[in-house]
């Protein structure tokens, strides 16, 4: 989609990490724990009004993330979710947990506690997501990690 704009709030929040063919894959600036956005290039902001084609597409992005985060990151399990009631832009959260992470059991949407990234860890993250999803994932010009 020509017209794709980044919601300024996950462009504040986020690191850019690659591009996915018809998504963009973030990574929250929350050390804390590994949380993935998986963000399709669409105009609609709900699941289910997206074509069958493009829920396909969104659905084997998001599983392979998954499978990314839980086989690269020391994780017990996964939260995925598609919330955006701050953020109406669809996206797809995919959050490692680990049951001594920061708000175990509870929730992280809203959980206080934050820890930036190292401009060395992003970049390093970046890599072994390059290396386990293919895609476009160097650093855009001028980025800081």
Request: negative net charge; proline residues 6%; hydrophobic residues 50%.
């Amino acid at each position: 989609m020509t017209d794709f704009h980044l919601d300024p709030q996950l462009a504040r929040d986020c690191f850019v990490l690659g591009d996915l063919g018809s998504s963009l894959l973030l990574l929250l600036n929350n050390a804390l724990v590994p949380w993935f956005i998986v963000v399709p290039r669409v105009a609609v902001s709900e699941l289910y009004e997206l074509e069958a084609a493009q829920r396909q597409a969104l659905l084997a992005q998001v599983d392979a993330v998954s499978r990314f985060v839980k086989g690269a990151f020391p994780v017990d399990k996964l939260n995925v979710a598609a919330i955006g009631n701050v953020v109406s832009q669809l996206h797809v959260h995919v959050v490692g947990r680990r049951r001594d992470d920061f708000c175990w059991p509870g929730v992280v949407w809203g959980a206080p506690g934050r820890e930036a990234y190292a401009a060395e860890d992003v970049a390093r993250i970046r890599g072994m997501a390059a290396a386990a999803l293919g895609g476009d994932f160097r650093a855009a010009p001028g980025e800081s990690p």
